[in-house]
């Protein structure tokens, strides 16, 4: 299938005033529709004459395969509506999104743990909010390494930009390790890091409902939905209009085929829901349908999507929660839903027998494609066997949903209370823990705190050892 062309939108957020723009270039290029893909970027679906781009210079049409460009992903979009870290509001993601000014070449997610709309490691490179404000952690997976690995230090929101170019910039060197990354990065560039004092903690929240007009405060927030991927462009241009007479600034689209318009004003609701009428607009999709990702353009796996929630719908069943994905043997992305439906590649043919397509089954650890953990429940199945055996899973899920809490609570009991002792700087409160070391300073992990030379400084605020006086932590194992 040839690759569509298509437009880098920073971290999915654009004006109203720049996607009317696009919608207009569209037409003007033959198109009466556009999609959004997995990494919040708008598709270009149809075959377009790219000797007429140059009468748009406010657009970069690209091929990411073709062409080694990547859109930033990141959590601008459940900012604000759904559960998030106190100090990423909105409008600190668009700071951090403006410093991004250059050609990306890997994947880029920017992220707040405490959302489940936009998924977290699916990036080669992946900036996770701290509780500390201003400060992410990094967790690094470049394009030939089998799995991810946590960058040794906290990045400052104001250095995220330049470190990823420098990892850009090492990619030659064929890095193996994050450790290697972290030297030559530190070697590269002058960056106001923080020391790691405890790991990321990812916990589980249900998959959140973000279709229709939603209350938010004071104002409204509206998710729209089409279930084929292609949002009518008179649609597009007139809700822009709308969206600028309402002064709402941004539109966000999400990693699902959607988007999500932020800021309505409570009198202006019925106006909305009037405009949604005219357009013929359902803002009302079932659960069952709305919370899966497909391969962009495939005819095939958008007719077994079909299938497969037609069977869910005759049967009754609830997927609330659920997220799922279908796949196939030319894939490159990793997963990030609870659920894959992996197609396999068919053996030759022999003569003029037909080959049936199989199909294997996984899900997520506890159903969280942030474990990054996918457990195979069955393997070379039929079409027909599909339904059924994702009706096990869902029942499965269901069983499971809120037990894991209650395994963490056994295990919280079995758990053996210890102290440890920790040096805190008395001028920026940061945490030097033995068992970590300060990899910012080339100090390496189980280094004591009596070892480290008197010219040691604090990470962060640059004040001497001398301002750093010994806590004791009571934890548990």
Not at 25 to 35: F, Q
Not at 147 to 158: G, Q, R
Not at 165 to 183: G, M, S
Not at 339 to 346: A, C, G, L, R, T
């Amino acid at each position: 299938m040839n690759e569509p062309y298509r437009l880098r939108i920073n971290g999915g957020v654009l004006s109203p005033g720049e996607l009317k723009y696009i919608c207009e270039a569209a037409e003007s290029l033959g198109l009466n529709a556009i999609s959004f893909g997995s990494r919040q970027d708008i598709i270009f679906p149809e075959k377009i004459d790219s000797s007429k781009f140059n009468g748009f210079d406010k657009i970069q049409f690209f091929k990411p395969k073709r062409d080694g460009i990547e859109n930033i992903v990141s959590s601008y979009v459940s900012a604000d509506i759904l559960p998030n870290t106190s100090w990423l509001t909105g409008d600190r993601y668009l700071y951090v999104l403006e410093q991004f000014k250059h050609q990306i070449k890997l994947r880029i997610n920017i992220t707040d743990p405490k959302q489940r709309l936009v998924p977290l490691f699916t990036g080669n490179i992946n900036f996770i909010a701290s509780e500390y404000e201003d400060y992410w952690y990094l967790y690094i997976r470049l394009p030939e390494w089998k799995k991810t690995e946590m960058y040794p230090a906290l990045i400052y929101s104001w250095d995220m930009d330049k470190v990823e170019l420098a990892i850009e910039n090492i990619l030659q060197e064929e890095p193996e390790t994050v450790e290697t990354v972290f030297e030559l990065v530190s070697d590269a560039i002058d960056t106001k890091n923080r020391t790691v004092d405890k790991p990321l903690d990812v916990l589980f929240y249900p998959f959140p409902y973000y279709e229709g007009m939603n209350r938010m405060g004071d104002k409204y927030w509206l998710g729209l939905y089409w279930r084929n991927n292609r949002y009518d462009l008179s649609f597009l241009k007139a809700m822009c209009d709308l969206c600028a007479e309402n002064k709402i600034g941004k539109i966000s689209i999400t990693p699902w085929k959607s988007f999500i318009v932020k800021g309505i004003p409570l009198q202006s609701k019925l106006k909305w829901e009037k405009f949604l009428g005219r357009y013929g607009i359902n803002v009302r999709h079932s659960m069952l349908e709305l919370n899966w990702h497909l391969p962009v353009n495939d005819k095939k796996a958008l007719s077994l999507k079909k299938y497969l929630v037609t069977n869910f719908d005759q049967n009754d069943i609830s997927t609330y929660g659920l997220t799922f994905g279908i796949a196939n043997f030319e894939r490159s992305s990793y997963y990030f839903t609870s659920i894959v439906i992996e197609k396999n590649k068919q053996p030759d043919a022999v003569s003029d027998f037909k080959i049936r397509d199989t199909y294997n089954l996984l899900y997520a650890k506890n159903f969280d494609p942030n474990t990054r953990e996918y457990i195979m429940h069955v393997q070379d199945v039929d079409k027909v066997e599909l339904p059924g055996l994702l009706m096990e899973l869902s029942q499965l899920y269901f069983e499971q949903l809120g037990t894991e809490k209650d395994e963490e609570n056994i295990k919280e009991v079995a758990k053996e209370t210890y102290k440890v002792e920790v040096y805190q700087c008395k001028e920026c409160l940061t945490v030097y823990n033995e068992l970590y070391g300060d990899m910012t300073q080339n100090i390496a992990p189980n280094t004591s705190f009596e070892n480290l030379s008197e010219t040691y400084e604090c990470s962060l605020c640059e004040a001497p050892k001398s301002s750093f006086e010994k806590k004791i932590l009571v934890k548990t194992h």
